[in-house]
């Protein structure tokens, strides 16, 4: 399989790339085996392989939303109250997702 100059500045153009000459010629050389490559795993039979959906046995937790409503104080008591953080200075945030050990 070839494909022309023409072919490979269309495609950069609707990719929104621009293309130095010396990579013009380069994708012009190895795009066909590419494609040829793509083709290969197409034709692969694939009856009775499960689909791999998800990759992770992570689990949304889902919890009642708290009203907590308290007057307003100075910039230092605000930023104390919704930032807490660790020993380390890192962010402490609640939890969402729980993973299956």
Do not use: C, W
């Amino acid at each position: 399989m070839s494909i022309s100059e023409k072919d490979i500045k269309h495609l950069a153009e609707l990719a929104r790339i621009h293309l130095t000459d010396d990579e013009l010629l380069r994708f012009q050389k190895e795009l066909p085996s590419i494609l040829d490559f793509v083709a290969a795993l197409q034709s692969v039979n694939i009856d009775g392989i499960e689909a791999v959906t998800g990759g992770t046995s992570a689990v949304n937790i889902m919890r009642q939303d708290e009203t907590n409503i308290a007057p307003l104080g100075d910039a230092l008591e605000l930023k104390t109250a919704f930032l807490k953080s660790d020993e380390r200075g890192s962010l402490i945030v609640l939890k969402i997702l729980d993973y299956e050990a």
